[in-house]
């Protein structure tokens, strides 16, 4: 109910807002506009002061919305009204019109990005745990409880790290403009500071995927090798293994904090079969040695060790916030990033470098609505505001049926100095029919394999 709620709320919000836009510079054009509609279908809900006024409804199908203007293309209209007509207004107005939907889409995403840094999230602090094993991370010489403090894109322009989310924007921000990723690090204490390099500039151009993130190396958040909850007769728990019990080492190796002992646990197998460890392990103030021997489990397509046991303490917590000034400023920063990397990701699905599953729909984007939810309010916020971005970046595609393919007849009429002809503009609008269609289809189908596991 709860994820259902979110979905509801946050189409209802992003297209009201979309639509206002486009009613409000309609207005302020001398545009008479007939309804103002949130959804398509059947209506369930109208009010309308007087016959002459605008009519505002509520349809049964709520995934979109429009705003019918006066125009006489669409039928006749009265001497006394063509000059409040849209087809009568200027080219310069027309375009604003047009132009205001997407833009109030993205200024609405600058207010809740900012709204959100200025309540505060509460986020892993950007210490980190191990690095993957020959990953980029762990050849810069990044360390298991690295805390990094700033990051730069040429080791001149520095900027502050607050979390571990932080630390991955700036590297997505790297990995899409084909930088490397300049990190100051320190020891957990905040000593021993040191200056490292990402090689991200290599990654350049290849899909951000699970694969890739491997390939760059960077640890989760640091925790501490400190089982939590022990499973009732499962492995863990036959060894003799309780929670609180700190795990020295494994087999003779050091372990360094949660995400390593993970790894030593997974790598337990031989040759398929459990293979029997030493833990030294230390409890209450006493050190002692256990022999821990791990089921096998199955991880995707293959074996791995396990030993039912909550392994790692919680990672430590900072809250994230701005000041009013800092706080827009981010915000701004943020819509622009998010704005352009998104079009970086549909010109290069255009030409086949990335992969069309990056393509979402309504039940990922209900999902993900649901989760932000109960994160938090400045989560859900975050989430609303990246959505209204898309929604933004989406409807300036010059794909006729949006409102950038409007945009570009505008832009031909301004060239040429006459409008799109009627066979033109017929022809291209069953082609952006087709276009959308097969956009929904795609992310209907990249909706359903995720659900099912297949993606």
Wanted: charged share 20%.
């Amino acid at each position: 109910m709860i994820t259902l709620l979110a979905f509801v709320l946050t189409l209802g919000v992003l297209i009201v807002v979309h639509e206002y836009g486009h009613y409000r510079v309609a207005r302020a054009c001398g545009v008479k506009v007939l309804r103002f509609s949130i959804g398509f279908g059947q209506v369930i809900w109208r009010r309308q002061r007087s016959p002459s006024d605008t009519e505002f409804t509520l349809c049964a199908l709520p995934l979109g919305g429009y705003v019918r203007m006066l125009d006489e293309r669409e039928g006749p209209v009265p001497e006394g009204l063509r000059s409040q007509a849209f087809n009568n207004k200027s080219l310069r107005q027309r375009t604003a019109i047009v132009a205001a939907g997407p833009i109030a889409n993205l200024l609405l995403a600058i207010l809740l990005y900012a709204c959100a840094n200025w309540i505060g999230l509460d986020e892993p602090k950007a210490v980190l745990g191990s690095p993957v094993a020959e990953s980029l991370a762990q050849r810069a010489g990044m360390r298991a409880g690295d805390w990094v403090q700033a990051g730069s894109s040429d080791g001149l322009a520095w900027e502050e790290v607050r979390s571990l989310p932080e630390l991955r924007w700036q590297l997505t921000r790297a990995l899409s403009k084909g930088e490397n990723l300049h990190l100051t690090v320190t020891d957990r204490d905040g000593r021993g500071r040191r200056n490292l390099v990402l090689g991200t500039s290599s990654l350049a151009d290849q899909e951000l995927d699970a694969e890739l993130l491997r390939k760059i190396g960077l640890g989760g958040p640091y925790s501490e090798p400190v089982l939590g909850e022990v499973k009732a007769a499962g492995p863990a728990a036959k060894a003799g293994l309780r929670a609180g019990d700190r795990v020295l080492s494994v087999d003779g190796v050091t372990i360094s904090d949660a995400a390593m002992l993970r790894e030593q646990i997974r790598q337990s197998l031989d040759k398929g079969q459990p293979r029997e460890m030493l833990w030294h392990v230390e409890r209450a103030g006493q050190v002692m040695d256990l022999n821990v021997l791990p089921v096998v489990a199955q991880d995707g397509t293959r074996q791995i060790g396990r030993i039912e046991a909550f392994v790692g303490a919680a990672p430590e917590i900072v809250t994230v916030d701005y000041g009013p000034v800092q706080g827009l400023l981010r915000g701004v920063e943020r819509t622009w990033d998010v704005s352009t990397m998104s079009l970086k990701i549909f010109g290069r699905m255009l030409i086949g470098e990335a992969s069309l599953r990056n393509l979402s729909g309504p039940i990922t984007i209900a999902d993900y609505a649901g989760q932000s939810v109960r994160l938090g309010v400045s989560y859900y916020l975050g989430f609303l505001a990246m959505v209204s971005v898309s929604l933004g970046v989406l409807n300036l595609l010059p794909l006729p049926m949006l409102d950038g393919g409007h945009l570009m007849y505008y832009l031909f009429e301004g060239v040429t100095g006459r409008p799109v002809s009627e066979w033109w503009l017929k022809w291209l609008q069953r082609a952006g029919a087709f276009a959308m269609l097969l956009m929904m289809s795609l992310a209907l189908s990249n909706d359903v394999a995720r659900l099912m596991g297949l993606h």
